[in-house]
């Protein structure tokens, strides 16, 4: 069965989910995979496009998640195929440290291009989200020759041992990893529905936190997602993320925004930051990024970046050139089909839905989020008690009927929806009237 575009997007079951041949993959992972290694929905994929998942039973399921923020521009995008195609059959190797290409440089200066701000960038490539984030410390501890690292409540920055240190929760990303990595401090984000403070008031408890049990002096970096992932899809009050920024610059810290959740359309701008018009010295990239193909990068000051000596940064895969190629697909996608505009009507329909829902479940708390980067928390009515049961009963009955939903939040009281930006309005439509009735059954 082909994927990508020519998929029909109809969700269609006809099996129970999951479904007999998913079933006898499942006992097979058991038997050979971790069981560290979990699974959200538990069916196996054997094609998918549009806004569909099509599971090897003939299921076709609405994807709401897009593999974590992933396939924004789609899963296997014309131009993904094409370009990734034609440079797999090119080459696929040489270790850009070792022999350079084009493909590597291009997203490089398409970065510099996008990213927030007009000064002299420059990037460097990796593989992973959690790879982007430790080489932005490295760089940022680098050029200013200290060693803090000042995190948030509730961030989400990987599972590599000091991105755990970085990360808040500890099930399921913490537990017996440790001990991790030193000299990570957390301060309180602004989370308007549960502090009430408006931004320059979240920012000066921050601010003042920073300065009492640290010392702006130590401080390396600050890094923050602009719209926290994991986390819950918690957007901070107007004003926080530019006082945070200009604390930054007045002391010497270098300011990271962590966009790899965030970024490439995903919230209707380039980057969540552009919102606030904040321009930070560092942004980490990866997921949207190339359309499902593993690529990361961070892209920062020219004079940051040239800090580190020759050979100082690097990796045998960072920035593979099928999946440099499947990024400029990617970017293609965003560009010629303004998909950054496309992020902003499904974040329209969306929060209309979610609103409804909204008004006749006091469980939900709120409903937040930027373009087609939308959540919902989940509380005990009138109250702020998180109810992760209640999360956990609906997105059981949505992947029942054939809906991908994902949860978070600090209390896995929290759903993200994050649909492929290639879905259609009728199956968005179709996909919240089944979370409508999710609500309904188990009220
Ligand atoms: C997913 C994520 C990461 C880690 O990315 P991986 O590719 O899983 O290592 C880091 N930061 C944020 C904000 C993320 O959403």
Redesign the pocket.
């Known amino acids: 069965m082909s994927g990508g575009p020519t998929i029909p997007q109809k969700r269609n079951l006809v099996t129970a989910i999951p479904g007999p041949l998913s079933q006898e993959r499942l006992d097979r992972k058991k038997a050979f995979v971790a069981d560290g290694v979990g699974t959200t929905l538990p069916v196996f994929i054997e094609a998918a496009g549009g806004g569909i998942l099509v599971d090897v039973d003939g299921n076709s399921l609405i994807d709401l998640g897009s593999g974590?923020a992933v396939t924004t521009v789609g899963n296997s995008a014309e131009k993904v195929v094409a370009r990734a195609s034609e440079q797999l059959a090119a080459f696929t190797h040489t270790c850009f440290t070792v022999t350079p290409y084009d493909g590597y440089v291009d997203v490089a200066a398409k970065l510099a291009e996008l990213t927030p701000g007009d000064h002299a960038k420059k990037s460097a490539l990796f593989n992973?989200?959690?790879?982007a984030?430790e080489n932005a410390i490295k760089i940022a501890r680098h050029a200013t020759g200290r060693n803090a690292v000042v995190v948030f409540d509730h961030a989400?920055?990987?599972?590599t041992n000091l991105?755990m240190a970085m990360t808040a929760k500890n099930m399921p990303y913490k537990d017996g990893f440790g001990p991790f990595a030193g000299d990570v401090y957390r301060v309180p984000m602004s989370y308007p529905l549960r502090d009430g403070l408006s931004g320059a008031d979240a920012a000066a408890r921050a601010i003042d936190m920073i300065h009492a049990q640290v010392g702006e002096t130590r401080v390396a970096a600050i890094v923050i997602?602009p719209i926290q992932?994991?986390g819950g899809f918690v957007v901070p009050a107007p004003g926080f993320l530019p006082a945070l920024a200009a604390y930054a610059r007045e002391n010497g810290i270098v300011f990271i925004a962590?966009e790899?959740?965030s970024g490439f359309v995903r919230t209707g701008d380039w980057f969540a930051v552009d919102h606030e018009g904040v321009v930070p010295d560092m942004v980490t990239t990866?997921?949207g990024i190339a359309g499902g193909l593993p690529l990361?990068a961070v892209t920062g000051r020219a004079e940051l970046m040239d800090s580190v000596h020759a050979g100082g940064l690097g990796g045998t895969y960072g920035g593979n050139p099928v999946a440099c190629a499947a990024a400029l697909g990617a970017i293609e996608e965003m560009e010629t089909h303004d998909l950054a505009a496309r992020a902003r009507a499904i974040g329209d329909l969306m929060q209309r839905r979610l609103e409804a829902i909204k008004a006749e479940h006091p469980t939900v708390a709120e409903v937040r989020g930027r373009g087609a980067m939308k959540a919902i928390e989940i509380t005990k009515a009138g109250t702020l008690e998180p109810d992760p049961l209640r999360t956990n009963a609906v997105a059981a009955y949505c992947h029942q009927n054939g809906i991908m939903v994902l949860t978070a939040g600090t209390w896995g009281n929290v759903f993200r929806f994050l649909p492929p930006l290639s879905i259609s309005d009728e199956l968005l439509e179709e996909a919240f009237d089944v979370v409508a009735e999710a609500f309904a059954a188990t009220a």
């Open positions: 974590i992973s989200g959690a790879e984030v989400y920055h990987g599972r991105t997602e992932g994991e962590d790899i959740q990866a997921k990361s």
